[in-house]
């Protein structure tokens, strides 16, 4: 077993690297909706604006090797090995990873379990009301095991997080609304002959041009603590926040607060422009000592007040494992502290580092709390991406507290089940209740959110992308097909504002399309790698999964691809999962 693990990081130690420095790119269009309604059962304020560096869309050229579509389980792992090998020959910035325990998870790392989304039937609870969620960390810190040769914690696999990892083609918001919603309707069979249909809404955040970019305030909060001593660790995140020091200029103001058995100010409201003095301040860090992330927060929250900037992008960026161990340190007294300080109008993400004892739900609730986002880092191509390529999304929010409700009408739909967003379940009463926090997106941010749909006169089947058995009678079929199908809602605040507003958008029966566009598929392929990654009964088969990705021809940039690779890690690696996440084969 350790020989066949040892073989599985030298193959998978090339997979972050295809991401390279690149920023994201959208698939490609999506389909148009056909209206085949009888088809569908029934410092001081700066004083001039800045300038960031820009940066550049690019393009990718479909894989060199194509899995075959017809491929079984058994023939993959020779494929991956074969594909791997000849990148292995030609990256010379493979990620050296240590074997990790054969057949072992990280006993010290930490995840919250949740049980998955059932179906709802309309008749009982016709709104479906949840907070979005722009963290991707569960992506990348999945990524991060299967290159050392393990499954994920099947609780460490959020699918939201997988899915929103990714770019679809949304378009830009209109007029002075700070996001867009796109809806698709489709058949669901494309995918294990599910008897379902698919909803997917996908909503996009205003990009912030690079001319109009506010000046920003930054405090970097860095766990020095002796946890922090791996190279993916504390030397990681000074490369990352170097990369961040890259995009800074005079009008912005940088300070560096540390902690570990004792909080500590290494940089004290330093001008963006002083690359030497913030890269000199950054490779002072040394990892030692206890960890005591309360004084820390504190001070890096007392430090970005004292810079505040009024107008500007007041943020805290916190990079850790989460291994707090000193005063407050559990979850629920992490998420109180950090709601009594958002007040402040400063806003907290988390960057997480790490393996090993990587404490996942601590971070989430700081960055949830914070009114941040939480990534994961797993290696410099993430830093980039994160911390470069999606900069403005990472550090400028343009809309906070953003909620979705979608109803449906029971005159054309019978059952629904969300995919994903388990923890970020709202009542239906907090979507109007501007007190009740909720996610928060940054500039470019997409949020893609999807339901299996069981039609008012279908028949729910159990094998769907995510589906499970229920009990189901249909009613009488209407005299006529119903016009609406759903309304979406979505509701949320300015940056610095305090009362929510609405947007609205109406699915109608006739905006059914048979063949799923191309971010839908996409999008569905990673929710059902999600959903085996988790040992769901219903997950499609990994061989679907790869088949559909070729033959429709949706590994449109290297994001995609290291995707489809990750796909065949996993299947070779589920021969001998001790959580038998083998179903679906």
Same mark, same amino acid.
């Given at each position: 077993m350790k020989q066949r693990n040892n073989k599985l990081i030298a193959l998978a130690a090339a997979v972050v690297m295809t991401v390279g420095a690149f920023t994201s790119c959208a698939s490609g269009d999506n389909a148009t909706a056909d209206n085949k309604a009888d088809s569908l059962p029934a410092v001081t304020e700066a004083e001039s604006r800045i300038t960031a560096p820009q940066t550049t869309?690019?393009?990718?050229?479909?894989? #060199?090797?194509?899995?075959?579509? *017809?491929?079984?389980?058994?023939?993959?792992? #020779?494929?991956?090995?074969?594909? !791997?090998? $000849?990148?292995?020959?030609?990256?010379?910035?493979?990620?050296?990873?240590?074997?990790?325990?054969? /057949?072992?998870? !990280?006993? /010290?790392?930490?995840?919250?379990?949740? +049980?998955?989304?059932?179906?709802?039937?309309?008749?009982?609870?016709?709104?479906? *009301?949840?907070?979005?969620?722009?963290?991707? @960390?569960?992506?990348?810190? *999945? $990524? $991060?095991?299967?290159?050392?040769?393990? =499954?994920?914690?099947?609780?460490?696999? $959020?699918?939201?997080?997988?899915?929103?990892?990714?770019? !679809?083609?949304?378009?830009?918001? *209109? /007029?002075?609304?700070?996001?867009?919603?796109?809806?698709? =309707? @489709?058949?669901?069979?494309? =995918?294990?002959?599910?008897?379902?249909? =698919?909803?997917?809404?996908?909503?996009? +955040?205003r990009d912030i041009e690079v001319k109009n970019r506010p000046p920003m305030n930054i405090v970097l909060l860095i766990d020095v603590s002796g946890s922090m001593k791996s190279s993916l660790k504390l030397p990681l995140a000074v490369k990352a926040f170097k990369m961040l020091s890259e995009s800074l200029t005079q009008n912005d103001r940088v300070s560096i607060v540390t902690y570990s058995g004792e909080e500590k100010i290494v940089l004290d409201g330093a001008n963006g422009s002083d690359k030497g003095l913030i890269a000199a301040a950054l490779d002072s860090l040394v990892a030692s000592g206890a960890t005591a992330g309360e004084a820390g927060i504190n001070m890096a929250y007392d430090l970005a007040e004292k810079y505040f900037i009024k107008g500007g992008n007041n943020r805290i960026v916190m990079a850790t494992d989460g291994d707090l161990n000193v005063g407050v340190s559990s979850e629920e007294e992490l998420k109180e502290l950090v709601e009594k300080k958002r007040e402040s109008g400063v806003f907290l993400s988390v960057l997480g580092f790490g393996t090993g004892n990587l404490k996942d739900a601590r971070l989430e609730a700081l960055a949830d709390n914070g009114n941040g986002n939480y990534s994961y880092i797993d290696s410099e191509q993430e830093a980039e991406k994160v911390l470069s390529a999606e900069l403005s999304g990472t550090l400028f929010t343009v809309a906070k507290d953003v909620k979705a409700q979608i109803e449906f009408d029971p005159k054309a739909v019978a059952a629904y089940k969300l995919v994903g967003y388990e923890n970020r379940a709202l009542s239906d009463e907090d979507f109007t209740d501007d007190t009740k926090d909720a996610g928060d997106m940054g500039a470019g941010h997409q949020v893609t959110i999807i339901y299996e749909i069981v039609p008012a006169n279908g028949v729910l089947g159990s094998d769907g992308i995510c589906g499970v058995p229920l009990s189901y009678t249909p009613a009488a079929a209407p005299a006529q097909t119903p016009e609406t199908f759903a309304t979406v809602r979505i509701r949320y605040k300015e940056p610095e504002g305090d009362t929510g507003k609405e947007l609205t958008r109406t699915v109608k029966t006739g905006d059914y399309n048979a063949e799923p566009g191309d971010d839908l598929a996409f999008a569905c392929c990673v929710a059902g790698f999600a959903k085996y990654l988790r040992g769901s009964d219903t997950a499609p088969s990994l061989s679907v999964l790869l088949g559909t990705l070729n033959s429709r021809s949706l590994l449109t940039d290297n994001y995609r691809q290291q995707f489809a690779e990750l796909i065949k890690i996993a299947a070779e690696l589920s021969a001998d999962d001790p959580q038998g996440r083998d179903n679906g084969q």
């Open positions: 869309d690019k393009t990718f050229d479909a894989p #060199e090797e194509k899995a075959d579509a *017809t491929m079984t389980p058994s023939d993959m792992p #020779e494929t991956a090995g074969k594909e !791997y090998a $000849r990148k292995m020959e030609t990256n010379d910035a493979a990620l050296s990873c240590e074997a990790a325990p054969d /057949g072992a998870f !990280y006993s /010290g790392e930490e995840y919250k379990g949740f +049980a998955e989304n059932q179906f709802t039937l309309v008749s009982e609870s016709p709104l479906s *009301t949840f907070s979005t969620d722009v963290d991707t @960390a569960s992506y990348s810190n *999945t $990524r $991060r095991f299967l290159s050392e040769g393990l =499954l994920p914690d099947k609780d460490s696999v $959020r699918a939201e997080e997988f899915i929103n990892y990714f770019s !679809y083609d949304y378009p830009q918001p *209109t /007029g002075d609304d700070p996001i867009s919603i796109t809806t698709e =309707l @489709a058949d669901g069979s494309f =995918l294990n002959g599910s008897k379902t249909k =698919l909803l997917m809404v996908g909503l996009k +955040a």
